[in-house]
């Protein structure tokens, strides 16, 4: 009970500083390496949900003006899911994708924090899905979808250790992601692979993907 009480605190205080990211104008976490943003086209859903709240909370107001502690509990809860719909579409503006040198940081709003290594990479392709397999303790996806979409299928020769909002710990050996620009995101970890000396390829059906150079194979 602790641990979920403490994950929901760290998830809300995520959320407050990227507010305030966002409206600065600033992104997390970038630094030197290259941001790819996933939350295209999702503006107007957001704003779409963040009305219909609004349109809650003021008729929940009237409707409870009489009792006055139920109208307190609504109200805060009311005010308290706009805050989560408007802070979960910051988080996912301000706390991009990164790719760093031989690393990439895949991330999902202010819950999934991931450095996948590049050379772990065995595949990388640009892959539209919009059905994914479900969450579960055994399962070796990981799968980040942005209006039920992703876009960017890494395939890993090695797991990951993916840290769910709950602090369980799981493997992952396949990543699905979204990016607004997938095309770019795909060439540009190809081109970070090869840097490191190796050989990217695109399908499930690839050889793993090989470092090569002094002491290692071709």
């Known amino acids: 009970m602790r641990a979920a009480a403490t994950a929901l605190v760290r998830h809300e205080l995520r959320l407050l500083v990227s507010l305030w990211l966002w409206a600065a104008r600033r992104v997390h976490g970038v630094g030197d390496g290259r941001a790819f943003g996933y939350a295209r086209g999702q503006g107007a859903v957001t ?5 219909v709240c609004g349109v809650e909370t003021v008729a929940m107001s009237l409707l409870l003006r009489t009792w006055p502690t139920v109208h307190t509990v609504v109200l805060v809860l009311d005010l308290y899911t706009v ?5 979960l579409y910051a ?3 301000v706390r991009p994708h990164v790719l760093h040198g031989d690393r ?20 990388v392709r640009h892959e539209s899905r919009t059905t994914h397999e479900p969450a579960g303790d055994s399962s070796r996806e990981l799968n980040l979808p942005v209006g039920s979409m992703t876009s ?8 990951v250790s993916h840290v769910g909002f709950f602090g369980r710990r799981r493997e992952v050996s396949v990543v699905r992601l979204h990016a607004d ?3 770019v995101l795909v060439r540009e970890v190809r081109e970070g692979m090869r ?10 059906q690839a ?10 194979g071709a």
Not at 47 to 51: D, I, P, S, W
Request: proline content about 9%; charged content about 20%; hydrophobic content about 40%.
């Open 207 to 216: 050889r793993p993907w090989r470092l090569t150079g002094p002491g290692r």
């Open 181 to 183: 620009d997938p095309g």
């Open 83 to 87: 805050f989560v719909v408007i802070g």
């Open 152 to 159: 960017v299928t890494l395939e890993l020769t090695e797991p």
């Open 91 to 93: 988080a996912w503006r």
């Open 195 to 204: 840097r490191l000396g190796g050989t990217p390829y695109a399908g499930s």
């Open 104 to 123: 990439l940081r895949v991330r999902h709003a202010g819950h999934v924090d991931l450095t996948v290594p590049l050379e772990r990479i065995a595949a």
């Open 47 to 51: 704003a779409g949900l963040a009305f």
